[in-house]
């Protein structure tokens, strides 16, 4: 078994006990990248000279955990003299002169990237079918989707070729595709790693995380990633925690809650599946075995209604910000410029050409939510609805440690699937749970906890304001009690 | 200018921030005259820059809105302008729209001799635009002034005459300068005013048609455009005929303004709150701190000027002009010196000096100490105020002290009873006939003999102890 299927743990003592090289591990990363990339094109750009030039120069770098480690990160962040695309046609050309910070920070440790993964153009969308290279499918099973929008990232560490990659996470664009393709997916607090160089979706929920294999994982990616950025306002002081040499499994006492409604039986009498059923049944599972790590476990009641609007105020606010932050690309100063007689046709020529029919129908969206007419029945109460949801939350992680619930209600969809029934409770309670932690910038984080139909299924957590510490712990705990750690596509475990 | 209509102006006027860095970058805030060298990808809008708030211009917003008179909110905070166009490379302004940084204020201004007040409707902290330049088929864009921090300062529709406008404008630049906010040259177009006027006929409770003057460079601009629109509108409204709603645009080379566009419907900006920048607080110890570093400003001075110093309201507005000058000023007098004389010495003589140098009166060698000096060698009658003017023009011309020059040029009076009175000896035996013949009645005599002891001491007899002196032998005699 390679060195490349195992944790990165496992991996970095590896490289210290010289078991193997990093040059080794790069081209074995590279070999893959390339290998799969007919298959599941996770790649935008394989960045094969960069990182074989890059492996040579370690010796500058002090010792660290992620020294020497092939990473991908997501086509939406800034990479100097690499071609960043954010998957559209828009960027399609665009080579930045700046790195995102937290490739800068990558870097310093002798990360070595491998290549820019392909994403649901401009992180919009969450299928992973819709970047201008073509549509990333599920290492699980070609034949279905990996979800997105980080769906490059997610495939990359679901069909071994790295060990973690970056994503961005902005309602659940790590944590769902995580999910189907039976991988580890994190996003911190809201600040706790810097967003610049991140392309923004929608400022306001717009994180950065990682994908991995094992929870120890996504500590020491924290470790190397977290902190405060002069370039970033939003972002958090230093917290001054190792979150790797910290993580502990010791969490007697500790109490989780879920919401009822969400994984109530009786809410999805009409759309009952064997999946789903499977899903609930291995969702209470989890919960004995939480109760027996010595978790208190709770049933809280949630309005109901507020947990149907998540998707609403969700797509209210993302394509209202989306439509101000994508207004810089107009082709005056990078990426493709069309033609036109006057600055206002390049610019409206650039647009109409370089954003799928998708895109424009979010940007039309978002400008109509943030019209003088429309901006307080539409932009302003999905705000306050998101901070009655945030407010409820904050109530309840006084109390809890962590809220569990299953990360989706099915595993990952065929591309042939019927489109689902967005007004449906089943679509708007399973399916849209994720983007509370967006809306109140709350740590959350998707594990394995099962197979269903051979397809992986995912348990999400999400703790309260700035306590990555203790949802990295419960997370920890209760992979401990599976068997999903370390896991590849097609089943295959590290250990 | 008719008189049948009322004129109501109201001003927006930009003023450029000083500052190290810019409202939203790292890249250099300073004058530059080669194009796109002070930017950085955050200016430029690259995909995945993030906006981060220079605090130096912060504060001093908040400086300006309690110099104006203004309510501070609670928090500081920002919104965004959403419009397409190459001056904004975000497409979109960072800007305060819901929570400026001051409203409601207020200044006081003396249109001529008379008090006005202007309110201040808001002011907010803003980015600057870059700069374009449209050629026939190309234009080309200057990215410099791209997100310099901009203080807009918005006045009530309050303004009634060019006069006003123009009192309101250099008031308001004044206390930029005060301050240290900006350099407020309009030169290098950091202090831009956009004019809004409107007439109605006399007596009329309802404002006219408002017409729109974007973007005038200069102060006298400002004037014209607003004098040559009061004449535009005047005469179309005698006609009968009615005044569109439109923007339009002030040539100076012609004196006249031109119609940009009709304003339609107000343009949708879409603002929405900035989610970037977290809301600042602004605390009772900043605003104390803050507090504490507005000077005295312009018009308090002028006031106290009059009042304590019973300068004329003329004097006052010279010496105030600037801070530095009244600082000059206030330094003399507290060495006990005569307000009227300082004030005096300070507006013909230093600050001709000053102005025909253009330089700073910081820069000027004639120091406070050295005026302190000069006026007091007058005081004592060491020298005579026709000499010390010319101490003077010797102090700057030779860079040397009043002292200095009176003893190297003997020009120091002899106020020395005794050797007067030697000479007044000598002078009266020379003359005897004529001292004898001495009328107190008649003063040609007496006037001889000072005539006499000036020749004899090559003029540095002090004239009036002279005179006194004299007068006392020649009485003397006569007993």
């Not at chain 2, 031109?258 to 009772?284: A, F, L, Q, S, W």
Request: proline share 3%.
């Amino acid at each position: 078994m390679s060195y490349l299927d195992k944790t990165l743990e496992e991996i970095s003592s590896a490289l210290k006990n010289g078991e193997v090289t990093s040059e080794d591990l790069v081209k074995e990363s590279i070999d893959r990248a390339k290998k799969y990339q007919e298959k599941y094109n996770s790649f935008v750009t394989i960045t094969e000279d960069k990182a074989l030039s890059q492996v040579k120069e370690l010796d500058k770098i002090s010792d660290n955990p992620l020294k020497g480690i092939p990473y991908a990160i997501k086509d939406n962040f800034s990479t100097k003299g690499i071609l960043s695309t954010a998957s559209s046609n828009i960027l399609k050309d665009y080579v930045p002169f700046f790195n995102a910070t937290v490739v800068d920070k990558l870097n310093n440790c002798g990360s070595i990237m491998i290549g820019k993964s392909v994403l649901d153009e401009l992180a919009m969308g969450g299928t992973g079918t819709t970047g201008h290279t073509g549509t990333v499918k599920n290492p699980w099973d070609e034949k279905r989707l990996i979800g997105g929008s980080s769906a490059g990232s997610a495939a990359a560490v679901a069909s071994g070729i790295v060990p973690f990659s970056i994503g961005s996470d902005t309602g659940d664009s790590i944590r769902k595709p995580a999910c189907y393709g039976g991988v580890v997916g994190y996003k911190p607090t809201y600040g706790r790693i810097s967003r610049f160089g991140l392309f923004a979706f929608a400022s306001s929920l717009d994180h950065v995380g990682c994908f991995t294999r094992s929870v120890s994982d996504v500590a020491y990616i924290l470790d190397a990633l977290k902190g405060r950025d002069e370039k970033d306002m939003t972002s958090l002081p230093d917290d001054n925690i190792s979150y790797s040499k910290n993580l502990t499994k010791d969490v007697k006492g500790k109490k989780l809650f879920y919401i009822k409604d969400i994984v109530d039986r009786e809410n999805y009498k009409d759309s009952m599946d064997e999946e789903l059923d499977e899903i609930l049944k291995n969702f209470d599972g989890i919960i004995k075995n939480c109760e027996d790590l010595g978790f208190v476990v709770e049933a809280v009641d949630f309005n109901k209604e507020l947990l149907k609007a998540i998707f609403p105020a969700y797509i209210t606010i993302s394509c209202a910000e989306a439509t101000s932050n994508n207004s810089n690309l107009t082709g005056i100063i990078f990426g493709p410029r069309a033609q036109g007689k006057s600055i206002d046709e390049v610019m409206f020529n650039s647009r109409t050409q370089g954003f799928s029919e998708l895109i424009k129908r979010r940007f039309v969206l978002g400008s109509y939510i943030l019209q003088k007419e429309n901006q307080e029945r539409l932009f302003l109460n999905a705000g306050r609805v998101r901070r009655l949801i945030v407010e409820k939350m904050t109530e309840l992680f006084k109390k809890y440690d962590g809220m569990i619930l299953p990360a989706s209600g099915s595993v990952a969809p065929t591309f042939k699937s019927e489109t689902i029934d967005k007004l449906s409770d089943r679509y708007l309670l399973l399916e849209n749970h994720m983007a509370i932690g967006n809306f109140g910038g709350f740590p959350s984080i998707t594990i394995p906890c099962g197979l269903v139909n051979n397809m992986p299924i995912g348990l999400n957590i999400t703790s309260g304001i700035k306590k990555d510490l203790e949802l990295l712990n419960i997370a920890y705990a209760i992979e401990d009690t599976m068997n999903y750690k370390g896991q590849i596509a097609g089943g295959v475990k590290s250990e | 200018m008719n008189s049948k209509y009322e004129v109501t102006i109201g001003l927006e006027v930009h003023c450029e921030v000083m500052t190290t860095s810019k409202m939203f970058s790292s890249a250099p805030n300073n004058y530059n005259e080669t194009a796109n060298e002070n930017i950085c990808e955050v200016d430029m809008g690259f995909p995945g820059i993030l906006p981060v708030a220079n605090m130096e211009a912060v504060k001093k917003s908040i400086m300006m809105a309690m110099a104006l008179n203004c309510k501070l909110p609670e928090y500081m905070y920002f919104d965004r302008k959403n419009y397409y166009y190459p001056d904004l490379p975000k497409g979109y302004q960072i800007t305060q729209s819901t929570e400026p940084v001051g409203v409601n204020g207020y200044i006081n201004v003396y249109v001529n001799d008379e008090v006005k007040k202007i309110d201040i409707h808001d002011i907010h902290l803003e980015e600057d635009t870059a700069s374009l330049d449209h050629y026939e088929t190309y234009s080309l864009i200057d990215y410099n002034r791209c997100s310099v921090p901009l203080l807009e300062t918005v006045t009530e529709p309050c303004i009634h005459s060019a006069d006003e406008a123009l009192a309101f404008l250099d008031s308001l630049r004044r206390i930029f300068l005060y301050t240290k906010i900006s350099e407020a040259r309009t030169d290098r177009g950091q202090m831009r005013c956009d004019v809004n006027i409107s007439l109605a006929p006399v007596g009329s409770d309802k404002l006219g048609t408002k017409v729109e003057m974007k973007n005038i460079n200069s102060f006298s601009n400002v004037k014209d455009a607003i004098l040559y629109e009061i004449k535009r509108q005047s005469e179309i409204l005698d006609e009968g005929g009615t005044i569109i709603m439109e923007t339009r645009r002030y040539d100076d080379s012609t004196g006249k303004t031109y119609r940009m566009r009709e304003k339609v419907e107000g343009v949708d900006y879409k603002y929405y709150v900035e989610p970037n920048i977290p809301p600042y607080k602004i605390t009772d110890e900043l605003i104390s701190e803050l507090k504490s570093k507005i000077p005295m400003l312009q018009f308090e001075r002028i006031n106290k000027y009059i009042t304590e110093y019973d300068l004329s309201l003329y004097d006052a507005s010279i010496l105030t002009k600037n801070i530095e000058t009244a600082l000059y000023f206030e330094d003399v007098i507290s060495k006990n010196i005569d307000p009227k004389i300082a004030a005096n010495w300070i507006n013909t003589r230093i600050l001709g000096h000053v102005n025909k140098e253009e330089i700073s009166i910081n820069d000027c060698t004639f120091k406070t100490d050295d005026l302190v000096e000069l006026i007091g060698y007058i005081n004592k009658g060491t020298i005579s105020t026709k000499q010390a003017k010319d101490v003077f023009y010797k102090c700057l011309d030779e860079n040397k002290k009043p002292s200095v020059v009176i003893k190297e040029n003997n020009m120091e009076q002899i106020t020395d009873t005794n050797e007067i009175l030697n000479v007044i000896k000598e002078v009266i035996e020379e003359n005897m006939e004529l001292a004898l013949s001495y009328d107190p009645e008649r003063g040609r005599t007496v006037d001889f003999f000072v005539g006499q002891i000036m020749k004899k001491t090559r003029g540095k007899a002090n004239p009036k102890a002279a005179m006194d002196l004299i007068k006392e032998e020649l009485l003397k005699l006569k007993k």
